[in-house]
């Protein structure tokens, strides 16, 4: 081959691979330009897609918020805290979840409800079933969960439903406080005690702060618990009240309940003795009878009457449960609780001037405090002469606890009116106390009072170290037919210290059994008023009051102290 051919040859394959490099590189361009394509088909895809999902669960939770009303979605006040006088938490707030549904997003209603009973089988079945397969666009399914509840109906990932912050109102104490500070609903309206009774106050953010003392309100449950229990009572009620300013330190009712646990309340537990119940007080009442009589000059502590018998007027027979058969001076009468001296005493009283005096004592209206639960008081109409006599001694009248707590204040304080409160009071908040019983009567009653525990129906009030004075009272309870012999009403009217009152106790045992200690008896001076004599032992230190060591009163040096005192 010439040089001119092998130069020829060489360059047309020259021209040849250099031909072929230029298709195999538009080929690879055009692969690439392909590849970018669908790559970047693939991304605007993957964008797409992740954005609808983006989308949709951002939108999820507006959309449940947006079925949710607008009173419920809308921000609200805190309730209100409730205090007792020492600044100690009664009833707060706690943050606290409630779930709801948007029926119209629930797919399958049947599925749903057996899921959501798996996680909180206290729902009612056919209820959930109904509110889930309903047209609505909001239904609430179950108020204030936990979180523990809370994170386990969530991870069912059930459509259509969803949650909204609230808070829940809790009571630290349980129990102890329940009758005076109540409970709310599930939508935080007051439904009984304060609760209720300051429900415009603790909704619009203002805290309340009560007279009671929670270490009173301690010992009194405490002591009302131990004897219910040993007497085998089916109810019990205690106050203990400032006989000066009125200030409730302390208020149970038995049985009581669990403010945060209103499911386990009935109707018996949710009523408060103390406030709503009126009662036969029995022979608690003989110191209005007396009071009146001295205050009006109907008779001094000299004047006699005859009980040496048993008095019948008409078909009615009046006895002495603690009979001494004589004539009986009036101091006699109040410390042997004569039933027949005090009918005696009250006929010279008259009925108008004794229904003067017991409405003065505010024992003939329903009483006015800071609760609902108030009782109206029940008395007889018409107001025959043998009520009278009956009332004298306690029957054919009913009141409440609370009323008696403000008469003997009244009875005590020397002779000024009392007005109870379950609010804690500044001494300009006070009213002007008015004077509606001479300091004289006042002070000769503080004597009787202290001489039923000295040396009457009450010694067992006594307590060491401290001068109580008071009353029992023993009454049988109505029934179909008359009266219940067996149903007794024991309670004990204490003040103390008795030679310058300044609280008055009420303790009352509702059908109390006797036991082998009593000697089978169950009358007040054996069950009510050595309950009273644990609970004066108890809060009397507390309340700042020091012990005192006194002489035992007697008759004799009851009649020269009033006579001094003229």
Known sequence: MSRRDEHYDRKRGLRRLVQLEGVAKQALDTGHVRLIAVAAGFALCFFVIAGRLVGLAALAPANEQAAIPADVRQPQIERAEILDRNGVLLAGNVRAVSLFANPRKVLDAQQATTQLLSVLPDLDRAKVLRTLSSDRRFSWVKRHLSPRQQDAVNRLGIPGLGFVDEERRVYPHGPLSAHVVGFTGVDREGLAGIEKGRDEVLAGGQDVTLSIDIRIQHALRAELLASV??????????IVMDAHNGEILGMVSLP???????????????????????YEMGSTFKAFTTAAALEYGAATL??????SKPLRVA??????????????????????????????????????????????????????????EVGTPMVPKPWREISTMTIAYGHGIAVSPLQMVRAYGTVVNGGREVAPTLLARQDDDRPAPTRVLSEHTSQTMRALLGLVVADGTGRQAQAQGYLVGGKTGTAEKAGAGGYRRKALLSSFVAAFPINDPRYVVFVALDEPKGTERT???ASAGWTAAPTTSRIVGRIAPLLGIAPAVSEPATTDSILVSVRKGR
Not at 229 to 238: L, M, Y
Not at 315 to 342: C, P
Request: charged share 25%.
């Open 229 to 238: 229990d040993e007497f085998q009572a089916i109810g019990a009620a205690a």
């Open 256 to 278: 009581d309940f669990n403010p945060g646990a209103m499911k386990k309340a009935d109707a018996d537990r949710l009523f408060n003795r103390a406030t709503l119940g009126v």
């Open 302 to 307: 000299e004047d006699t009457y005859d009980a």
């Open 315 to 372: 078909r009615f027979t009046i006895n002495d449960d603690h009979a001494k058969n004589r004539w009986l001076n009036v101091a006699e009468i109040f410390q042997y609780s004569s039933n027949i001296g005090s009918a005696r005493m009250a006929l010279d009283i008259g009925t108008k001037r004794q229904q003067e005096f017991l409405k003065t004592l505010g024992l003939l209206d329903r009483p006015s405090i800071e609760i609902p």
């Open 519 to 521: 000697f089978n008896f």
